[in-house]
């Protein structure tokens, strides 16, 4: 089966604190492709980044970065110093071969920074 | 910067309408979908579409359907609104041939059915 756990639902940390969500995926395919979108309270949900399964590579954008392991297939998201203006739901979504393109999302996991 | 809009951020219907909503994108994308989004449940595909006239079903079609006469416009229709309807819905629109393209989301459209 295809599927994509956030077992975080909510976390809450304080302004500068570094914060990573989880996010562990499931596929028979060895082609595939990994995304994490934020949503702000505003609604729209915002692509962050795509990594597919032959790059293992870490990557780092300013303050975020992604943890890429397929040993524990797992694909973890930090957000280092954090700030209010993350506040936000995360998605981590999955596309495999069969899913035709479409994306497989996680439940994603509420975070508040509170100043 | 791609574009999709949707006609409406809020939305109140009654039990039994027929409720239309629309979504819009600029950039020329062959690929556009429909998600609803319920807490606990993430967001889950309801119809998507690879070209005008083309759709298929996603994981909860039942009790919707969608209509693609342009390209840039992707409608979904609740022919008869229940209130298990209730929930926001988002559109999302993508390049088409290339799976591992991003899809780009509008704001989304909260309805409430009573």
């Known amino acids: 089966a295809q599927k994509v756990t956030q077992a975080q639902t909510e976390i809450s940390v304080v302004e500068k604190e570094d914060v990573t969500l989880d996010c562990v995926y499931e596929?028979?395919?060895?082609?595939?492709?990994l995304f994490w979108y934020k949503q702000p309270p505003s609604g729209e949900l915002v692509f962050l980044i795509r990594?597919?399964?032959?790059?293992?590579q870490n990557e780092i954008s300013g303050r975020y970065s992604w943890n890429f392991q397929k040993s524990t297939s797992s694909f973890n998201f930090t957000i280092t110093a954090s700030q209010v203006v993350d506040s936000a739901v995360y998605f981590c979504a999955l596309i495999y071969g069969g899913s035709q393109g479409n994306l497989i999302f996680g439940k994603g996991t509420k975070l508040s920074v509170k100043p | 910067d791609v574009k999709v809009t949707q006609s409406s951020r809020y939305l109140v219907k009654r039990t039994g309408e027929k409720v239309f909503l629309e979504c819009v994108q600029d950039m020329d994308h062959e690929n556009m979908f429909w998600y609803r989004q319920d807490p606990g449940l993430g967001l889950r595909l309801i119809y998507f579409?690879?070209?005008?006239?083309?759709?298929e079903k996603g994981d909860i079609p039942e009790g919707y359907s969608v209509s693609r006469e342009k390209k840039e416009r992707f409608s979904l229709i609740l022919e008869s609104a229940s209130t298990n309807q209730t929930s926001m819905y988002l559109c999302?629109?993508?390049?088409?041939?290339?799976?591992?393209?991003?899809?780009?989301f509008g704001p989304g459209t909260r309805l409430t059915v009573t």
């Open positions: 999302a629109s993508k390049i088409g041939g290339e799976s591992s393209y991003e899809q780009y």
């Open positions: 596929t028979r395919d060895t082609t595939y492709y």
């Open positions: 579409s690879y070209d005008v006239k083309m759709k």
């Open positions: 990594r597919n399964s032959f790059d293992e």
